[in-house]
């Protein structure tokens, strides 16, 4: 069968024109696996790209992200400075000689002229530095009783002493204190 099979090929002159056509199929066959390969190292190359320049992104992201917050952790350390600088002013030193109502009239003055910083402090903590809510509200809670005791001496009954009123600011001032070092330890983690 191979034979005749040979044999007719050879007598209608059919073996160059099959030959030529299995050697076109067999090229074709050989671009169409060299073209695959080449895509599959094409999409190979570019995911490795993209890969690489969504790892960079995600670093730059992380890097902006962290000065950022480590800007806002300088902004409300300037800001507790600020506040401990109105709490602190000499004339609380010198109680003695300008007198407990003239104390009391400067204390209200500070906590009606720091409650704008209060209040940036106050959102700055809570959107960059949550874990510090804690030293915030501890301020807040001694700043409240200076200011209801404050308020108290003012128009109510005047029943605080030199002494109390002292205690009340300086629970305050330690209370900023131990709010500014929870950020400086923070502070230092993040860095």
């Not at 809570?126 to 001496?153: A, G, M, Q, T």
């Amino acid at each position: 069968m191979s034979k005749e099979f040979f044999d007719f090929f050879v007598n209608y002159d059919l073996l160059a024109p099959t030959a030529q056509i299995i050697a076109a199929l067999i090229a074709l066959f050989a671009v169409l696996i060299s073209q695959y390969c080449i895509y599959r190292t094409t999409n190979k190359t570019i995911d490795a790209k993209f890969e690489v320049l969504k790892k960079e992104h995600q670093n730059e992201f992380l890097l902006t992200t962290r000065r950022e917050k480590l800007d806002k952790i300088e902004e409300i350390f300037e800001l507790i400075l600020h506040i401990r600088r109105e709490y602190s002013t000499d004339n609380f030193h010198y109680i003695n000689e300008i007198g407990l109502t003239s104390a009391v009239d400067l204390a209200m003055s500070v906590l009606k002229n720091t409650i704008e910083r209060k209040m940036r402090l106050k959102l700055l903590v809570s959107i960059y530095v949550p874990k510090l809510n804690d030293s915030l509200e501890l301020f807040e809670s001694e700043e409240s009783n200076l200011s209801r005791h404050c308020y108290s001496y003012k128009y109510l009954d005047q029943n605080m002493s030199v002494k109390m009123f002292i205690e009340y600011n300086s629970r305050v001032l330690s209370s900023l204190n131990e709010f500014q070092n929870s950020l400086l330890s923070f502070s230092e983690v993040q860095a």
